[in-house]
């Protein structure tokens, strides 16, 4: 039987291009690492960015930010990634995509210390994926790209099932579940959480 899978809540987070880094912190800033992520080359940078949304009740009225990290390395398109509680905290519209399917989703601002970026698109919610390499994808008798059944089993009690999760094939992963916060408050999937792929 294939080995429980790591679930991990992935919180809000900003990717941007060397373009976008530079107007929003000066010409020739690099993303410096914080902290390492499980996926390989993947990092927390010392680095955050005020993302500027839309007060939909008085569009003249002041507009609702945070501070998001951003996380490297640059990437060749910005994208902000947030959940459902974000998205109507900042007034954003933000469809549930994969990572990189960008095309016609939400607007919003990124405000650095030096300038300012309008962008058009780029804003949405992370679908739930589980990273493979094809050797684990082998292992769990998965595609990339199908949609699979995940029980993740959380604190306290909390045993839930998430459908519409994708397989994500890459020999530049590592066997992990991505959720977002609002997942993980959902399933008290806090800590240390594994699940497994299952048939409904």
Same mark, same amino acid.
């Given at each position: ?8 809540? +992935? ?37 955050? &960015?005020? &993302? ?13 930010s945070a501070a998001l990290s951003i996380l ?31 095309a016609g989703s939400g607007a919003c601002t990124l405000r650095g210390p030096a ?71 959902? +399933?008290?999937?806090?800590? %240390?959480?594994?699940? %497994?792929?299952?048939?409904?």
């Amino acid at each position: 039987m294939p080995k429980p899978i790591l679930v991990e809540t +992935s919180a809000r987070h900003v990717h941007v291009t060397q373009e976008t880094l530079e107007i929003l912190f000066g010409k020739g800033h690099e993303l410096e690492v914080r902290k390492m992520l499980s996926q390989p080359g993947q990092f927390a940078s010392t680095d955050k &960015v005020e &993302v500027v949304g839309y007060n939909k009740k008085d569009p003249n009225g002041p507009r609702p930010s945070a501070a998001l990290s951003i996380l490297g390395p640059v990437r060749s398109a910005n994208q902000v990634e947030v959940s459902f509680t974000d998205a109507r905290t900042l007034g954003l519209t933000a469809p549930v995509r994969e990572s990189g399917d960008i095309a016609g989703s939400g607007a919003c601002t990124l405000r650095g210390p030096a300038g300012e970026v309008e962008l058009k698109e780029g804003v949405i919610i992370a679908k739930r994926h589980i990273h493979m390499t094809p050797e684990d994808a082998k292992e769990y008798g998965v595609e990339n790209g199908e949609i699979v059944n995940v029980l993740v089993k959380g604190k306290g009690g909390r045993c839930t099932v998430f459908g519409d999760t994708v397989i994500r094939v890459s020999p530049k992963f590592a066997l992990a579940m991505h959720i977002d916060t609002d997942e993980c408050n959902a +399933s008290a999937a806090f800590g %240390e959480v594994y699940g %497994e792929i299952v048939k409904l």
